[in-house]
């Protein structure tokens, strides 16, 4: 099984901060990563697909970037709307996720 | 609208089972797989597996060999999770989630259920 590795756990950040998480998988997987957002008690929300893709609807500030082994994931400037746990997923054969980054305010 | 819905909170008991129901809408649910996640209270988001609605066939996380079954009723756009010999590991948050495409290998989730939260205890 692949394992996806984020990091950092939890980062503190206020407005307008520009925010990098990376995820790194224990074997390639070409651009098979996407990234979630999950807020309190919601469903996890789809933001990049095929590592730097943005899906529809989502705001511009949040870009992806990376293939193989190491992926990143780029919020240019913070919003409050964004204070949020996120989430890598490798998508190359059974799927897996990374433990997850919590934006926090700081 | 693309929507998943699926069914309310369950609490069992140590060594029942719980089948979670996730009906789809907006969509022709044969021509996408399904996915199931699910995440234990505090924690991260853990693959469960996958079903083809059209033919039923399945493929699950190692893990859960032998305790989980998913289906699928076209008839109604409902997909199924059953999970068996629940023990207070269990206790979850349970997701479906549409996947993107046509593979079955390779893909990601861009159509969520609300989750429904399943506790096992005595």
């Known amino acids: 099984d692949i394992q996806m590795t984020q990091s950092p756990s939890s980062v503190s950040a206020s407005v307008g901060d520009r925010v990098t998480i990376t995820c790194r998988a224990s074997?390639?997987?070409?651009?098979?990563l996407a990234w979630y957002q999950q807020k309190p008690g919601k469903a996890p929300k789809l933001l990049i697909y095929?590592?730097?893709s943005l899906q529809s609807g989502v705001p511009s500030r949040f870009s992806g970037s990376g293939s193989g082994t190491d992926f990143t994931l780029t919020i240019s400037s913070l919003q409050p709307e964004d204070f949020a746990t996120y989430y890598c997923?490798?998508?190359?054969?059974?799927?897996?996720f990374g433990q997850g980054t919590k934006v926090e305010i700081k | 609208q693309v929507q998943l819905v699926q069914s309310g909170a369950e609490v069992k008991k140590p060594g029942a089972s719980v089948k979670v129901s996730c009906k789809a809408s907006?969509?022709?649910?044969?021509?996408?797989?399904m996915h199931w996640v699910r995440q234990a209270p505090g924690q991260g988001l853990e693959w469960m597996g996958i079903?083809?609605?059209?033919?039923?066939?399945?493929s699950y996380a190692q893990k859960l060999q032998g305790r989980v079954s998913m289906t699928s009723d076209t008839a109604t756009s409902t997909v199924y999770m059953e999970l068996s010999s629940l023990t207070s590991e269990d206790t979850a948050v349970y997701y479906c989630?549409?996947?993107?495409?046509?593979?079955?290998?390779?893909?990601?989730?861009?159509?969520w259920g609300q989750g429904t939260l399943v506790t096992v205890s005595s």
């Open positions: 989630a549409r996947d993107w495409g046509s593979s079955w290998y390779y893909g990601w989730f861009d159509t």
């Open positions: 907006g969509y022709i649910l044969t021509n996408y797989f």
């Open positions: 079903i083809n609605p059209s033919g039923g066939l399945t």
């Open positions: 074997q390639g997987i070409y651009n098979w």
């Open positions: 095929a590592a730097s």
């Open positions: 997923q490798q998508g190359n054969g059974f799927r897996s």
